[in-house]
């Protein structure tokens, strides 16, 4: 079956802009995390959903980042106010069950703000 | 607390050597841990996966890694490199107790084979 999706793939953005990032989950997959990858660095945990409740969102760096997934499949992570600090990989992954370790990672989107 | 340290950003190999990539874990309890390899512009992929069954587990590409409690290391290994296992590698670790529990992962070292 098709594996996690992200849309879109790049994204350029101009600081003060706001931006959407889509994830589609596995289907089926009840959790389903998003992850900020900086350059040179490894993926630092922003937030987590158990179907379409956000159980953890002590990742998320400011009040500008937002995320949701109201029918607990398809979720989006929103930033407002884009800065150039914001300019980063951003990767959803989902699993199978609450409590499952392994997670299926989508290829993220680079989002990079001018 | 969880935490894992990678030592070497960067290494290289030639072509059949073998391949070392090092992670020393941190953790307040006993700790699943994985790695992961990401190729350029792609997500993550995992490779193996410790949950405190067998300490020497086998991977995906040759890959196997080995958990020593009294080292606090889980390093990846194989023993002859590919030109296509060139990629960046992500230790990753996570508390083995129920539930949900958050994934951390280290900064990733990025691997070189030389023709």
């Known amino acids: 079956g098709a594996g996690v999706s992200q849309s879109p793939r790049y994204k350029v953005a101009k600081r003060g802009q706001d931006v959407a990032l889509r994830c589609d989950p596995i289907?089926?997959?009840?959790?389903l995390f998003w992850y900020q990858q900086a350059l040179g660095q490894g993926p630092e945990f922003l937030t987590y959903?158990?179907?379409?409740?956000?159980?953890?969102k002590s990742g998320l760096p400011s009040d500008r980042f937002f995320a949701e997934r109201p029918e607990g499949s398809v979720s989006t992570l929103k930033i407002q106010r884009t800065q150039q600090e914001d300019s980063a990989v951003y990767l959803c992954a989902s699993s199978l069950v609450s409590g499952e370790r392994e997670q299926f990672f989508g290829p993220g989107t680079r989002l990079t703000v001018l | 607390a969880q935490s894992v340290t990678q030592l070497g950003s960067h290494v290289s190999v030639s072509e059949g050597a073998l391949v070392l990539l090092r992670c020393n874990y941190s953790s307040s309890v006993p700790p699943y841990l994985f790695w992961y390899v990401q190729y350029p512009n792609q997500g993550l992929q995992l490779l193996l996966k410790?949950?405190?069954?067998?300490?020497l587990v086998k991977g995906i590409n040759g890959f196997e890694a080995e958990f020593k409690k009294s080292e606090t290391s889980f390093h990846l290994t194989k023993p002859s490199a590919h030109m296509s296992d060139a990629a960046e590698y992500f230790c990753?670790?996570?508390?083995?107790?129920?539930?949900?529990?958050?994934?951390?992962f280290g900064i990733g070292t990025k691997l070189q084979v030389i023709p």
């Open positions: 289907s089926g997959h009840v959790s």
């Open positions: 990753a670790v996570t508390p083995n107790s129920g539930g949900y529990q958050k994934v951390t």
């Open positions: 959903f158990q179907n379409e409740a956000q159980l953890d």
């Open positions: 410790y949950t405190s069954a067998a300490t």
